[in-house]
């Protein structure tokens, strides 16, 4: 009996060692990117040392998978749980807006994400996470409306999503294009569908575009002038 609850009481301390470790790395990666989470820094953070984090993780790749699962559980219960939206599109665009948010707001989180292939961070949060998308993409192919492979679907979104996440991560935060994650969104659902919803004034859009393009040949207006007829056009050419 004392061995039994011996075990039990070691168990539960390395769970909750375990759950320091986490949540002192998920804070690093927070505050300073996934470089500032080296084991010395995440180890004093926990308040444990260095050997603890290579016998519960392994090394520092099984650490960052580790973190990635951890943070991410919520996130995908959160999405598993949501109640689907009856048009299986509409749906599809739902889910497509959490994962941009998700991404914008746990930048670290989202470079270790995006940065390393290495199966060890295809962890089972990830894996799960990837299911609720295909479970969107083979309810738009039961519906009659996708009109390329359902694996194809699933690269183009997520190639496509990870990439607009990560240009909004490289613009400063009051400077980010609010339309492009809706813009990119659109483009995929026309490549996989056919069914994206129609820009709003494309002619005049156009029209600006086609202009802003050609200033520079323009000899009439001065510096401060073209700088203002650029800025006009571009948020012409933009415009939802």
Known sequence: ????EKAAAEDAEGADVRERILTAAAELISTGGP????TRAVAAAAGVQAPTLYRLFGDKRGLLAAVVDHELRSYVA??????????PLQDFRD???MHI???????GLFAIMSSDPHPALQTPAVSDG???????IRNIALAGRLRVSEERALGLVTSVGTGAVLTLLRQPEGQRDPGLAEAAREAVV???????????NTEVRAVAATLRASLDRTRVLSQGERALMRELLERIADSE
């Open 78 to 87: 959160k999405k598993a749980a949501r109640k689907p939206h009856p048009d």
């Open 130 to 136: 990837n299911d609720v998308l295909r479970r969107r």
């Open 190 to 200: 026309a490549a996989i569908t056919r069914e994206a919803a129609p820009p709003a």
């Open 35 to 38: 470089d500032a989470a080296t």
């Open 95 to 97: 889910g497509w807006d």
């Open 101 to 107: 948010a998700f991404g914008l707001s746990h930048p």
């Open 1 to 4: 009996m004392e061995d039994r």
